[in-house]
């Protein structure tokens, strides 16, 4: 059972009201904590020595249907260049082929043309009426 305000309040007075300081940890008890996480770690095969890899690059990618920019890696851009013919086709509009995609047949080029003359259209009018555009 949770203890209610009165068992709180009980126990805060029998203590006298003072403040406990946590303890302090010493440097001998931090070394002796990481070389037990070195020693369990070299039970399990893992290298705490071995250097992580290096970080990409973050770089501003903007989607070739509707403008819209997102950082992404390098790696991330190659695959999906790959995967949408050259073009760059960010998140939410690789969503948006993948429902054309279904609704015609499995054929990606037509989804993703398709996709594309969408949003040109959706842009000029943007530009057109931009007290109706939702940016």
Same mark, same amino acid.
């Not at 995967?83 to 080029?109: H, I, P, R, T």
């Given at each position: 059972?949770? /203890?209610?305000?009165?068992?709180?309040?009980?126990?805060? *007075?029998?203590?006298?009201?003072?403040?406990?300081?946590?303890?302090?940890? *010493?440097?001998?008890?931090?070394?002796?904590?990481?070389?037990?996480?070195?020693?369990? #770690?070299?039970?399990?095969?893992?290298?705490?020595?071995?250097? #992580?890899? /290096?970080?990409?690059?973050?770089?501003?990618?903007?989607?070739?249907?509707?403008?819209?920019?997102?950082? &992404?890696? /390098?790696?991330?851009?190659?695959?999906?260049?790959?995967?949408?013919?050259?073009? #760059?086709?960010?998140?939410?509009?690789?969503?948006?082929?993948?429902?054309?995609?279904?609704?015609?047949?499995?054929?990606?080029?037509?989804? #993703?043309?398709?996709?594309?003359?969408? &949003?040109?259209?959706?842009?000029?009018?943007?530009?057109?009426? /931009?007290?109706?555009?939702?940016?």
């Amino acid at each position: 059972m949770a /203890p209610n305000r009165e068992t709180l309040v009980d126990s805060c *007075s029998k203590s006298g009201n003072k403040a406990h300081k946590p303890r302090r940890l *010493s440097m001998e008890n931090l070394q002796r904590t990481v070389s037990d996480i070195s020693f369990e #770690l070299s039970k399990e095969g893992v290298d705490h020595h071995a250097k #992580l890899a /290096p970080i990409s690059e973050i770089e501003d990618a903007k989607c070739e249907c509707c403008g819209m920019c997102e950082e &992404c890696t /390098p790696g991330y851009i190659k695959r999906v260049r790959d995967k949408f013919s050259g073009k #760059l086709v960010l998140w939410l509009c690789a969503e948006a082929v993948s429902q054309e995609m279904e609704k015609n047949g499995g054929n990606k080029e037509e989804a #993703l043309n398709e996709h594309m003359n969408a &949003c040109v259209r959706f842009n000029r009018f943007g530009r057109a009426y /931009p007290v109706l555009s939702p940016s």
